[in-house]
């Protein structure tokens, strides 16, 4: 039975030194050429992708060095020659060894968040990232981003700005309205309650009401806690940590909003369009106060009476 199996084997070896002599193809196009390869692709699938952009001269024999070499092949963003071998395409394939990494930035992650995110896949140093980054809360615009490895902080510092001034254009929001976002996009849970909550906002700033969000409170206290981090512990941090009962009244922060009047001194986020949307053209109501249920879904009172019966109801 082994004696069996080796000669199929040497029998495919053939095979893929013959396909990759005799099938070659005639190349119409010279240059870098970049493929996105997804999960769950399968080795027949990234062939004829290969193939269809010029970089494969032969499916098949992609297929049999598959069948012989058994490693199964990365998903990721790779950039190959024209004309480059088949072994070497597999070599490169099979060992992950992407030139683009494709990285999603949630909506209202902290800016911290995103330098964590970019130095855990070993794109982007920490330190680097946050220097560049300083003073642009809120315009590192959360979108699916390709980076290239060892690219700069700057460059990609700069991608996520333009991507963020590409998308305002039309909307131009104020700094103090980009503070309002970043508060939106941490308190909804649905887009629905969004346009609301932002009308919440404004009727408090409207009385002189504080605002009294826990989100500021938690940026607040993560802020202190960060600035006692190293960048070798940094992978550990965890963001946004619930309050404990009471840490609203006593933290002391220039990002407490139960304590200060008016808006944080900066965005305590970086939201996403539709949070922004919303603080631009909020709903128009009564309400002043509201909180999210267990589910996340929003209750909104006109009362702190009302606000109280929510709170037992809701959460109690």
């Known amino acids: 039975m082994l004696l069996f199996s080796a000669k199929i084997l040497i029998v495919f070896a053939i095979i893929i030194v013959i396909i990759m002599r005799f099938t070659g193809k005639k190349e119409t196009r010279s240059g870098p050429v970049s493929v ?21 001269p032969s499916k098949t024999a992609l297929y049999w060095l598959s069948l012989t070499q058994r490693k199964p092949l990365q998903a990721g963003l790779y950039r190959f020659e024209v004309g480059q071998s088949v072994e070497d395409i597999y070599t490169t394939l099979a060992s992950g060894s992407v030139y683009e990494e494709k990285v999603t930035i949630p909506e209202g992650w902290r800016t911290e968040q995103i330098a964590q995110m970019f130095y855990k896949k070993g794109l982007v ?28 902080a700057q460059t990609v510092i700069d991608m996520m700005v333009q991507n963020f001034t590409k998308r305002t254009q039309e909307l131009h929001p104020t700094p103090d309205q980009l503070i309002l976002a970043s508060m939106v996009e941490r308190e909804a849970k649905n887009d629905e309650d969004r346009p609301i909550i932002a009308s919440v906002f404004n009727n408090r700033l409207k009385v002189g009401m504080k605002l009294e969000s826990d989100v500021t409170v938690e940026y607040g206290l993560d802020s202190d806690k960060l600035a006692l981090q190293t960048k070798e512990n940094i992978n550990d941090f965890v963001f946004w940590t619930p309050l404990k009962a009471g840490e609203s009244k006593t933290a ?43 589910d996340g879904k929003a209750h909104f009172a006109k009362t702190k009476a009302q606000h109280d019966d929510n709170i037992r109801k809701y959460l109690n």
């Open 125 to 152: 140093d920490y330190e680097a990232f946050m220097s560049v980054a300083d003073g642009k809360e809120g315009t590192l615009f959360p979108d699916t981003y390709h980076v290239a490895k060892n690219t700069t």
């Open 36 to 56: 996105e390869i997804t999960k769950g692709q399968g080795v027949k699938e990234i062939a004829q992708k290969l193939h269809d952009v010029g970089v494969l």
């Open 252 to 294: 002391k922060s220039t990002y407490n909003t139960y304590k200060i009047a008016g808006l944080p001194p900066t965005p305590i986020s970086n939201p996403g369009i539709k949070s922004i949307q919303a603080v631009m053209t909020p709903d128009k109501s009564d309400y002043y106060f509201f909180l999210a249920d267990k």
